[in-house]
């Protein structure tokens, strides 16, 4: 369960999250007990918010930010190897897209949805 969480409104973005061409939600926020969460609130109907939880140690949170990026990295052969082993069920996409959650200063976590399971997950190298 999470709870206790502050939550940085100012944090929110909109992309194509669950990859079914609609605008989804995502903010994240801090816990003393979780550390980091991050919830996206997917825009169909009735669905309800996931949420991820990642440690905060080795991280500046004043300097966290949420942000949306392309999963077009097709192109990019050496690169989707790499992220393709990191990160079962991540489909690259020039439409979909994932989150990114860093500081700046370490190696972001990766926010993706993984299409065969049918959630979100996240890697990081």
Known sequence: EISDVRWSVSSTV?????CRRQRDMSL???????????????SRKGSKP????????????KNIRLTVES???????AFKQEVIAAAPGLQPSKTCQGLALGDG?????????NRAKQVFQSWSL
Do not use: C
């Not at 909109?14 to 669950?18: A, H, M, R, V, W």
């Not at 801090?30 to 609130?41: A, H, L, P, W």
């Not at 996931?50 to 949170?61: D, I, N, Q």
């Open 14 to 18: 909109f992309g194509d999250l669950t």
């Open 28 to 42: 994240y926020g801090t816990s003393d007990k979780s550390g980091f969460v991050v919830m996206i609130q997917p």
């Open 50 to 61: 996931s949420y991820l939880v990642f440690a905060t140690r080795g991280r500046e949170s």
């Open 71 to 77: 999963l077009d990295f097709n192109d990019d052969v």
């Open 105 to 113: 200063e370490t190696d972001a976590h990766h926010i993706y949805w």
